[in-house]
């Protein structure tokens, strides 16, 4: 310090580190390349290290009583070797095989490459008799093997397809995902983790959902490989094991879901969803007419894809998640809730008595009831569904109001559920009518239809049954669920916990009055679904009829049972049928028939859901 | 005064345009045979960029280097200020946001905070009235490298961060700071990795105590070194834990590199069997298997050096070597002959970073260096580093011809 370096000498010392550098370089260098280089390039030439790895099985779904809701089994996988390939090119021989024309196969080969010396799926799921032809046969089909993969199973793929979704492989964007996530755990600098091309991964529903921990964690094994990529060994026994995914025990009944596809089999198209709504566990839910989410499992045919996506019954739509529609006289109790709150009416208020309709501008908008239903109390206009009384509230009310308590009763969110797509409907106020009509050029009138749930309000099935549990918890929403409980390989268990999602904005007194009216629904001597009053158990609920401009009525029930301590909210849509009373109501009657004989035959499970009750 | 393109110093812009080709057919090899559809071609991407090099390079042969030295701490803002704002609206990638996105084309801040920080540090070393080793001149001169230092690892690019103080050590140095004053100095880091073992970090201090009575800087000044390095060997458990575990993993497997036989084990492995394989002669272009078989990782960026070493064995290596080192010794003996103060510590400062870079990059290749992802310059794939090491010879070329002024 107190003697500083002279500039000549710190030039040196900088010119030394760069030739230190170089002798620190050449004598590594000569170490590997002189001293060591017999043995590295043994191991180069023949002792390749391949890390392969080991892709654990999915893992298993069942429903709440433990049977089996998805499963797999061994199947076959034809690969081919790009480098193994004549001239690149796939033998005419192997397109006649699999029945697969040497376009699409280059096509896949070209998908699913990751490297031109790592087998590239082509032909997942094939049969016996292709495997049997390859082994007999293998001179005739240069660079073509097999491996045995597990395939997915879904033994009740048409009942259940609605929530469970379905596998399918790689594409590009997954693995991009993949790979972003895995980065930042592991030390994977590639750009795009390759090796993922090609995997199955899941597509819809719970299985894309869950589909990180289905998938559970992959492993390795080290193995020596020749110069020709041929594997010779395990390395030094060195492997790190594959763990299966956790078995995921689901929130549905499978008898319960099998009651609720077989009401609506009658029908063109529909869904039910059926809640609990002490805890928000979805018990059943159906999309009808549905796929078979096996046909996925293997290579699905043009044809056949076609037949699917061509169907004007729309096959791969969700209905209870995706589907919209008014949800027409179903949303009475909220217009009334509504009024209740804001203070509009009283419990004892009779507004202008009802001669079957109303005029209003320059028309006259129709109750159902073309005789009319005179004077009624709130609790009796939901009971009969009359609809003057509703225009009358939504006058009074107004729009926005209305379309406050729309969006305070969940109307236009997402429920959260715990599968990956849901739509959110439709909920217009006054900013929604002047962007879409311009200001000031839309009719005071379109108050009336929002009152009885007609014209341009849209819900999805899920939301309506949400809105109804929340009826029938005492104005607690909790987050619809369908994982009850995920059970991983080393004894770890994660149970949901139930959430709160929001709460309605009901006073309990108002709360009592609805329920009461939904009821008198059914219990009622005006009710409009009488036809399922039973003496074994109480039944409320409320029908409904939405008028659509494509065809018949859409015919809606939303039940709740049993009335003393609310165990199930069953929705139910089936599409144009015609009237509530007639269609709907009996198909929720039977579900729900049969969730009590399914309680009765099984009070443990009902014991059991009951202990989660916070 | 423009300077006239006979009297450049040719030598250097040819070794250094050596590398580049060098690096154009190590890319296109390292590709050769192995590339899915998907990926682009890098090789060919790696021209355009090197084209586009030369051009940037040219443009800052015609800047004097008088605007540099008047602009300097502006420049140096303006690079800070594009640190804060890639941390802010930067493309996220691999969990990194490090790069501004214009198109196909990503800018990465932090090669030209590297720049800025040479620029203003050279400035300030130039005029500064303090001697040498007054805090007040090691105090704003270490907070001018920490502020882009931090900001860089926040991104987070523990590697890039540390070129920053590498660039401060250099500069250090050259503008006067006894090198055992240095070595005190940076001893604090050399304590994180000696904490790692008890017999290791009793030799280690037994050595510090013995080297600052040699020294005798003074007793505050002592005082303060043995805290530092104290404090530092107790936190070593704290920062371990701190690092991602990506680096952890690096460091284990540097240390022992089979613990870790498929991350990052693996790849000092496989570069060491790479570059061994290739022996005297090597395997000849495009037939090093261990690249064609995809064993080696990163081979077109970060262990490139290991393709060279498998293909064209030790005469490409030493090649490739012996270039590194041409343009080191002459870039120092420019740096030596420069009469202005500011012109020769921007040369030091330039060659730093390409001598750091150089160093962990080859060290790693052949295993004697922790992995960091620190690429080599010249030769890796990367478009920004590429220019920067362009514009770092221009600037060298530049001081070389005004050498004499002041």
């Known amino acids: 310090m107190h003697r500083t370096l002279h500039p000549e000498s710190r030039q040196k010392i900088l010119l030394g580190i760069v030739l230190a550098m170089f002798l620190f370089f050449c004598l590594g260098l000569i170490k590997l390349q002189l001293i060591q280089h017999s043995q590295l390039a043994r191991q180069s030439d023949r002792n390749h290290i391949r890390v392969v790895p080991l892709v654990p099985p999915r893992g298993e779904v069942t429903d709440r009583t433990g049977r089996t809701i998805i499963t797999n089994r061994p199947s076959f996988t034809v690969t081919v070797i790009p480098a193994e390939m004549d001239d690149g090119v796939p033998p005419m021989s192997l397109s ?21 010396y790592l087998p590239v799926p082509v032909r997942r799921d094939a049969s016996d008799t292709i495997i049997a032809v390859l082994e007999e046969q293998a001179d005739r089909f240069p660079g073509v093997t097999y491996l045995v993969e597990q395939a997915r199973e879904y033994p009740a793929g048409l009942l259940t397809e609605g929530f469970t979704g379905y596998v399918a492989e790689a594409s590009r964007e997954n693995v991009v995902r993949d790979s ?173 008595a009802c001669t079957g309709g109303m005029p209003f501008g320059n028309r006259v908008f129709h109750c159902w009831q073309e005789r009319g239903h005179g004077s009624l109390t709130a609790v009796h206009a939901i009971e009969q569904s009359c609809d003057v009384f509703m225009y009358q509230l939504g006058v009074k009310m107004g729009v926005d109001v209305l379309s406050r308590y729309y969006d305070k009763c969940g109307f236009g969110y997402k429920t959260r559920i715990d599968l990956p797509e849901e739509a959110i409907g439709n909920n217009p106020n006054t900013e929604y009518y002047d962007t879409n009509y311009g200001k000031g050029k839309w009719s005071k009138a379109l108050v009336l239809n929002n009152s009885i749930g007609q014209g341009e309000v849209l819900v999805t099935p899920l939301q309506l049954a949400q809105f109804y549990c929340g009826l029938a918890n ?23 916990v139930p959430q709160v999602s929001f709460t309605l904005p009901f006073s309990p007194r108002t709360l009592s009055l609805l329920n009461e009216a939904l009821r008198l ?56 049928a015609g009237h509530g009373s007639e269609i709907a109501a009996p198909t929720v009657g039977k579900i729900i028939a049969k969730y009590m004989e399914l309680r009765a035959e099984r009070p443990r499970v009902a014991a059991a859901s009951d202990e989660e009750q916070p | 005064m423009k300077p006239s393109y006979l009297e450049l110093d040719w030598k250097l812009i040819a070794a250094a345009l050596a590398l580049s080709l060098i690096g154009i057919a190590l890319i296109m090899s390292a590709q050769y045979g192995t590339r899915p559809d998907s990926e682009p071609v890098y090789f060919l991407r790696q021209i355009v960029w090197l084209v586009i090099a030369l051009f940037v390079s040219a443009a800052v042969l ?108 250099a500069l250090w140095f050259w503008s006067g700071l006894s090198p055992w004053y240095l070595l005190v100095i940076v001893s604090p880091l050399a304590a994180l990795f000696a904490a790692t073992n008890e017999v290791l970090l009793v030799l280690y201090f037994a050595v510090l105590l013995g080297g600052l009575f040699l020294l005798r800087p003074g007793l505050l000044f002592a005082v303060i070194a043995v805290a530092a390095n104290l404090g530092s060997a107790m ?24 613990t870790d036989p498929r991350g990052a084990g693996y790849q000092i492995i ?52 012996g270039l590194f080192t041409f343009i080191l ?38 295993g004697l260096m922790p992995v960091t992802g620190l690429p080599l310059p010249f030769v890796s794939y990367g478009g920004t580093s590429l220019v920067l090491c362009w514009v770092i010879i221009a600037l060298i070329v530049q001081a070389e011809h005004h050498r004499l002024d002041y």
């Not at chain 1, 094994?221 to 041929?230: G, H, P, R, T």
């Not at chain 2, 495009?286 to 498998?310: I, K, M, N, W, Y």
């Open chain 1, 521 to 576: 629904v059914v219990q009622g001597s005006g009710g409009t679904a009488r036809s399922l009053r039973n003496p074994q158990y109480s039944l409320g609920g409320k029908t409904g009829t939405a008028q659509n401009p494509h065809g018949r009525d859409h015919s809606w029930f939303v039940g709740i049972a049993p009335l003393e301590a609310p165990e199930i909210v069953v929705c139910a849509i089936v599409e144009n």
């Open chain 1, 96 to 116: 006649w095989l699999l029945g697969l024309d040497t376009a699409e196969i280059s096509f896949r080969v070209r998908k699913n490459i990751q490297s031109r």
């Open chain 1, 474 to 496: 005492n104005g607690v929403v909790c987050r619809p669920h369908l994982v009850r409980r995920m059970a991983y390989p080393d004894g770890r268990v994660t149970a949901t």
């Open chain 2, 235 to 258: 936190i070593t458990q704290l920062v371990w834990n701190r690092l991602e575990r990506y680096q952890q993993l690096r460091l284990e497997a540097f240390l022992n590199p089979a």
């Open chain 2, 62 to 169: 015609r800047v004097p280097l008088r605007l540099f030295e008047l602009g300097a701490y502006l420049f140096y803002a303006f690079a800070v200020l594009l640190l804060i704002l890639v941390l802010l609206v930067g493309s996220a990638r691999m969990g990194a946001s490090r790069w501004f996105s214009f198109g196909p084309i990503n800018f990465s801040p932090s090669d030209l905070a590297k720049l800025a920080l040479i620029v203003a540090l050279s400035r300030f070393f130039a005029y500064t009235k303090f001697p040498p080793t007054s805090k007040r001149r090691l105090a704003v001169s270490a907070l001018l490298a920490v502020v882009p230092a931090i900001l860089v690892l926040k991104q987070p690019d523990l590697g890039t961060s540390l070129v920053f103080f590498v660039i401060l050590a």
């Open chain 2, 270 to 321: 496989q570069s060491k069997i790479a570059i061994g394989s290739g022996g005297f002669w090597g395997k000849g272009p495009f037939h090093g298997s261990q690249a064609r078989l995809d064993f080696l990782p990163e081979q077109h960026t970060d262990f490139v050096f290991s393709v060279l070493g498998e293909e064209y064995g030790l005469w490409g290596a030493l090649i490739v070597l």
């Open chain 1, 180 to 352: 972003s996530k895995a980065r930042q755990d592991q030390y994977h600098m590639l750009p795009i983790d390759y090796r993922l091309l090609g995997r199955l991964v899941g597509r819809e529903g719970l299985e894309k959902q869950y589909d990180l921990q289905l998938r559970g964690s992959e492993g390795t094994i080290y193995k020596e490989v020749s110069a020709a990529v041929q594997v010779r060994g395990e390395y030094e026994s060195k492997m790190e094991a594959a763990v299966v995914g956790p078995t995921v025990e689901m929130t549905i009944d499978l008898d319960l879901q099998a009651a609720a596809v077989a009401a609506l089999d009658t029908f063109c198209c529909g869904a039910v969803v059926a809640l609990d709504p002490r805890n928000g566990e979805v018990l059943a839910l159906a999309s009808f007419p549905g796929y078979d989410a096996n046909i996925f499992s293997s290579v699905v045919p043009e044809s056949l894809w076609q037949v699917i996506s061509a169907d004007p019954r729309h096959p791969l739509l969700n209905r209870p998640l995706k589907g919209l529609y008014p949800p027409g006289s179903t949303i009475k109790p909220l217009t009334v809730g509504a009024a209740l709150e804001e203070g509009v009416i009283d419990e004892t208020t009779t507004l202008r």
């Open chain 2, 329 to 366: 010794y002459r870039s120092i003996r420019i740096a030596g002959r420069c009469r202005s103060r500011f012109i020769s510590n921007l040369v030091v400062g330039t060659v730093a970073v390409l001598m750091f870079q150089y160093l962990v990059n080859v060290g790693m290749t052949l």
